[in-house]
Nanobody, 119 residues
Framework: QVQLVESGGGSVQAGGSLRLSCVASTWTYCMGWFRQTPGKEREAVVTIKRDGSSSYADSVEGRFTISQDNAKNTVYLQMNSLKIEDTAMYYC????????????????WGQGTQVTVSS
């Protein structure tokens, strides 16, 4: 079992920045951030593997940056130039299995942290 604890959400004006953190209770091969708004499907924001390879959604490329501290089983999501459309519940996800990570499947999820961007 992998437990994930997210932090760092909040409210910010458009153009501002926020930093999310996610700590995993144990080793994982991949971690990522997803987001969801009411009535919409959950979408992948960015994922990262232990080797540092990452994949960003087009909508956040160049504005969001994921980083990780493998020794602490922690990932960070630096969100800059936030837009109103970035408003969502952000979920941290992780998986310890290479095969799952290679397919983009995540078995473990955090409870989410709300990000609200206003004009």
């Amino acid at each position: 079992q992998v437990q994930l604890v997210e932090s760092g959400g909040g409210s910010v004006q458009a153009g501002g920045s926020l930093r999310l953190s996610c700590v995993a209770s144990t080793w994982t091969y991949c971690m990522g951030w997803f987001r969801q708004t009411p009535g919409k499907e959950r979408e992948a924001v960015v994922t990262i593997k232990r080797d540092g390879s990452s994949s960003y959604a087009d909508s956040v490329e160049g504005r969001f940056t994921i980083s990780q501290d493998n020794a602490k089983n922690t990932v960070y999501l630096q969100m800059n130039s936030l837009k109103i459309e970035d408003t969502a519940m952000y979920y941290c996800a992780a998986d310890p299995q290479y095969i799952h990570c290679s397919r983009g499947d995540f078995d473990y999820w955090g409870q989410g942290t709300q990000v609200t961007v206003s004009s």
